[in-house]
């Protein structure tokens, strides 16, 4: 009983011995391939001179090729008259076999092409909707040629389940890896449309205590680790609980537009809501409150390409900060 190596051996002779080794039978018959691509042009248009002007050819060297064509075939293609030409039934039967033959071709070339680079970037929906996404033109022409893929997590554990290449997340300073870029750091304000600050005559120094007795717009925390109301009214002496809310999201980007649609006060994380800030759709209507021990960092997967983290990092660097 032969080997695994003899048995391959003999089956690779067997498919070679099978085979003869001889140009396809295509191309013993019509010696000049491209004579088919001139036909189908031809037979697209129904008109020579038509199929000229695609080519690049002159009618009479079209009218050569297809001529040609017939002969080596033995085949009229082509009913001919005066001012006109009209595909036959062995033209129309032939028109068929030749776009089959080249759709099949196409297919095989997508199959050996090389697939372009994909680059998956993670982030949450909030910080998507509100800073990354309106500069996402920007961003795709740093890429150049790598396709940008962008994956939104909601939850940490989801981010953790997920698979991509690089993530913009609020992380605890002491417990990112090594290579991980530092963006800005975790800071909250309280902020509300114009026109609801001014009904309620909010400013900048509004008492917290003031703040509690309005409908305050809350973020469920579960499994994010984000400054929330409780958080800012401990650093003010207060206590407050989930339960006082007047309306709990779990998307941050969809409190800022309850904000700015005047459904009450939203607590706004600085860098993200600064382009609000900046236009006038939302106000400060309280105090700030930083968080020393988390920021917002540009974290690199393991078998990330360090060049294309390199690429984002920089234009991370260079986009932060700017107003559009």
Same mark, same amino acid.
Request: charged share 20%; hydrophobic share 45%.
């Given at each position: 009983?032969?080997?695994?190596?003899?048995?391959?051996?003999?089956?690779?002779?067997? !498919?070679?011995?099978?085979?003869?080794?001889?140009?396809?039978?295509?191309?013993?018959?019509?010696?000049?391939?491209?004579?088919?691509?001139?036909?189908?042009? =031809?037979?697209?248009?129904?008109?020579?001179?038509?199929?000229?002007?695609?080519? *690049?050819? !002159?009618?009479?060297?079209?009218?050569?090729?297809?001529?040609?064509?017939?002969?080596?075939?033995?085949?009229?293609?082509?009913?001919?008259?005066?001012?006109?030409?009209?595909?036959?039934?062995?033209?129309?039967?032939?028109?068929?076999?030749?776009?089959?033959?080249?759709?099949?071709?196409?297919?095989?070339?997508?199959?050996?092409?090389?697939?372009?680079?994909?680059?998956?970037?993670?982030?949450?929906?909030?910080?998507?909707?509100?800073?990354?996404?309106?500069?996402?033109?920007?961003?795709?022409?740093?890429?150049?040629?790598?396709?940008?893929?962008?994956?939104?997590? +909601?939850?940490?554990?989801?981010?953790?389940?997920?698979?991509?290449?690089?993530?913009?997340?609020?992380?605890?300073?002491?417990?990112?890896?090594?290579?991980?870029?530092?963006?800005? *750091?975790? =800071?909250?304000?309280?902020?509300?449309?114009?026109?609801?600050?001014?009904?309620?005559?909010?400013?900048? !120094?509004?008492?917290?205590?003031?703040?509690?007795?309005? +409908?305050?717009?809350?973020? +469920?925390?579960?499994?994010?680790?984000?400054?929330?109301?409780?958080?800012?009214?401990?650093?003010? *002496?207060?206590?407050?609980?989930?339960?006082?809310?007047?309306?709990?999201?779990?998307?941050?980007?969809?409190?800022?537009?309850?904000?700015?649609?005047?459904?009450?006060?939203?607590?706004?994380?600085?860098?993200?809501?600064?382009?609000?800030?900046?236009?006038?759709?939302?106000?400060?209507?309280?105090?700030?409150?930083?968080?020393?021990? !988390?920021?917002?960092?540009?974290?690199?997967?393991?078998?990330?390409?360090?060049?294309?983290?390199?690429?984002?990092?920089?234009?991370?660097?260079?986009?932060?900060?700017?107003? +559009?």
């Amino acid at each position: 009983m032969p080997s695994f190596v003899d048995l391959s051996l003999t089956l690779s002779h067997a !498919t070679t011995m099978s085979r003869p080794n001889k140009s396809h039978r295509l191309l013993q018959r019509v010696r000049r391939i491209q004579l088919f691509a001139i036909f189908e042009v =031809a037979a697209r248009h129904v008109s020579f001179t038509a199929a000229a002007e695609e080519l *690049g050819l !002159t009618q009479s060297g079209v009218s050569r090729q297809i001529s040609e064509l017939e002969r080596v075939i033995d085949r009229r293609l082509f009913d001919r008259s005066a001012n006109q030409v009209r595909l036959n039934p062995d033209g129309r039967a032939l028109l068929v076999a030749v776009e089959a033959g080249f759709d099949e071709i196409d297919r095989g070339l997508d199959l050996i092409a090389p697939s372009p680079e994909t680059f998956v970037l993670a982030a949450n929906p909030g910080f998507a909707a509100v800073w990354l996404v309106p500069r996402l033109h920007s961003l795709r022409l740093a890429f150049g040629e790598v396709q940008l893929q962008l994956h939104l997590f +909601d939850r940490d554990q989801e981010l953790r389940d997920s698979q991509w290449d690089a993530a913009i997340h609020l992380s605890a300073n002491d417990q990112v890896p090594d290579d991980a870029v530092h963006l800005f *750091g975790e =800071a909250v304000q309280p902020v509300a449309s114009p026109g609801f600050a001014e009904h309620h005559g909010l400013t900048t !120094t509004t008492d917290p205590a003031r703040l509690r007795q309005l +409908d305050l717009l809350h973020l +469920d925390n579960r499994d994010r680790q984000w400054l929330g109301w409780p958080e800012w009214f401990a650093a003010n *002496g207060l206590a407050w609980s989930s339960k006082e809310a007047s309306i709990t999201y779990n998307n941050h980007a969809l409190i800022i537009e309850g904000a700015m649609a005047g459904r009450g006060v939203a607590l706004g994380w600085s860098g993200l809501v600064d382009p609000a800030l900046a236009d006038r759709r939302l106000v400060t209507v309280g105090v700030p409150v930083e968080n020393p021990a !988390t920021s917002y960092h540009l974290i690199p997967s393991q078998q990330s390409s360090k060049h294309h983290v390199m690429l984002l990092a920089r234009w991370l660097e260079e986009t932060l900060g700017v107003t +559009d």
